[in-house]
């Protein structure tokens, strides 16, 4: 992968990053990424949704803090919150982040549903239905709004977020991982139509990343955390500035020749 060679190399653009609402997030890892290459930035969050998680929220204060100080001069950063659930949340969101921050240059879809999931056997239509509006519609529908404001200048960027349901089975996450499957399923479609646009779609699964729930004490056996561990080859399981340098290196300039890929940022993760 190539190193964005550029400090600033995203100056004069604004990017619109869901799911942001914790300091210990990939969307949070991925809005300082982006703030530190100069971009602008429109932060979207739920908080009420990690609320009710094991690892909680955290002070909306305290996650503008941290991606404020990264700022380049001129750089501006919005927030705005939303329940994606919502069928008409997607392009609401879009619309209001373009009247706060103006053209929108670059959309990373980092948000997701956690909990309520279960086996094919435990599975209902509720719990199926709450996912995809979440984790799959909601990603389709930011992505249709942000197509239709952008204007063809260069540099527009969508990024998505999938699992690694194509390499192995995620027992337990039914609902999770069928939603995912079809945002990993559809991106070559939606990629080849957005080009015509001048915009790249690409798809990034970060594999097992510890935004919290890998953490002692939320709910996974410490035996079970340590076999997981040992799976990477580095003895430790990915942050979330490891997917965090692979989007960004998507969204810049630098990844001007990839799109309709899923890509898989995994640290060399071994399944069985």
């Known amino acids: 992968m190539g190193r964005v060679k550029d400090e600033r190399s995203l100056h004069g653009r604004t990017a619109l990053v869901t799911g942001t609402s914790r300091r210990a997030g990939i969307g949070y890892a991925v809005a300082a990424r982006l703030a530190s290459m100069g971009a602008s930035l429109v932060l979207h969050h739920h908080r009420a949704h990690d609320a009710d998680q094991p690892w909680g929220e955290d002070p909306l204060e305290d996650v503008r803090a941290g991606i404020q100080e990264r700022l380049a001069p001129g750089a501006r950063l919005f927030d705005i919150g939303a329940d994606l659930a919502d069928p008409q949340a997607p392009a609401g969101v879009i619309e209001r982040a373009g009247g706060l921050a103006g053209h929108l240059d670059i959309l990373v879809c980092n948000h997701a549903r956690s909990g309520g999931d279960g086996t094919l056997a435990d599975i209902g239509a509720e719990a199926l239905d709450g996912h995809w509006a979440v984790d799959a ?15 063809g200048r260069d540099g527009g960027r969508v990024i998505w977020m999938t699992s690694g349901q194509q390499h192995g089975p995620m027992r337990g996450e039914v609902a999770y991982a069928a939603a995912k499957a079809a945002l990993a399923g559809v991106t070559a479609t939606v990629a080849d139509e957005l080009a015509d646009q001048g915009i790249l779609l690409n798809t990034v699964n970060p594999g097992p990343v510890n935004t919290g729930y890998l953490s002692p004490g939320m709910g996974i056996p410490d035996d079970v955390l340590e076999d997981l561990r040992a799976r990477f080859p580095a003895g430790r399981f990915g942050e979330p500035d490891d997917p965090a340098r692979l989007i960004a290196w998507l969204v810049s300039d630098e990844g001007r020749w990839m799109t309709g890929q899923v890509l898989h940022t995994e640290g060399g993760f071994r399944r069985f």
């Open 137 to 151: 519609r909601s990603t389709l529908l930011l992505t249709k709004a942000f197509a239709a404001q952008h204007d």
